[in-house]
């Protein structure tokens, strides 16, 4: 399997806190995205970073991409109760005329009020 | 604009009965993928269609699953004699481009399969 791993899998903060999501990978990719889920349905794409940029930032998120050690993270500063939800990364990368991303399994995060 | 639509949201069925699942994606977006998710479970890839090429069908979990795109647009995910492992959510997305310019992709909310 070529699925990533986040870490931690479970994360719970306080409102008004930074939290901090580590993901890794296992091939060379395209580029690398964060996704968000609410209540194990439909997700909704965060931001992505292509392979070669380190760092890039939105709102109140910030990625880094370290494709030396196949690995990202996810800052989200000034956390709110409605930031609570499962966050994936998503690796992307083609080859043989297909493009895939391949999710890990994901960090819960709880913002307690 | 209308997001990426599935139905139905949710589907009871009994083992060995067939089953299909549709997925609208955004007009005009080119690519189309669909992933299944179990409970606790990252996303597992299943089947990616570009354009006019031949689909990528190497994240079928056995040949009980298939899945075609008519006409560049409407997808069916059908599963023949379900079984009780097969009981997840099935999740489609679309994106306006493919290949190795491939982008974000907008997720529809899914539909729960479960497999009595």
């Known amino acids: 399997s070529q699925q990533g791993e986040e870490d931690p899998q479970a994360l719970s903060i306080q409102e008004g806190e930074n939290a901090t999501m580590n993901c890794s990978y296992k091939?060379?990719?395209?580029?690398l995205q964060w996704y968000r889920q609410n209540s194990g349905r439909g997700l909704v794409h965060l931001i992505l970073?292509?392979?070669?940029?380190r760092e890039k930032h939105s709102g109140r998120l910030r990625v880094t991409l370290d494709t030396s050690k196949k690995s990202s993270s996810l800052l989200i500063t000034a956390s709110r109760a409605a930031d609570t939800a499962s966050y994936f990364c998503?690796?992307?990368?083609?080859?043989?005329?297909?493009?895939?991303?391949?999710f890990g399994k994901g960090t819960k995060l709880s913002v307690i009020p | 604009g209308a997001g990426v639509s599935q139905s139905p949201s949710n589907k009871v069925t009994e083992k060995g009965k067939d089953v299909e699942l549709r997925c609208d994606p955004i007009s005009g977006h080119t690519a189309l993928y669909w992933y299944r998710q179990s409970l606790g479970q990252g996303l597992e890839f299943l089947i990616y269609f570009q354009g006019n090429s031949a689909p990528d069908k190497s994240g079928l979990p056995s040949d009980r699953f298939s899945a075609e795109r008519t006409g560049g647009s409407v997808s069916t995910l059908t599963i023949q004699r379900t079984q009780q492992e097969d009981s997840a959510v099935y999740l489609c997305?679309?994106?306006?481009?493919?290949?190795?310019?491939?982008?974000?992709?907008?997720f529809g909310p899914g539909t729960r399969l479960t497999v009595t």
């Open positions: 998503a690796s992307g990368h083609s080859g043989a005329g297909s493009y895939q991303l391949t």
């Open positions: 091939t060379s990719i395209n580029n």
């Open positions: 997305a679309s994106s306006s481009r493919g290949g190795g310019r491939a982008g974000e992709q907008y």
């Open positions: 970073i292509r392979s070669n940029e």
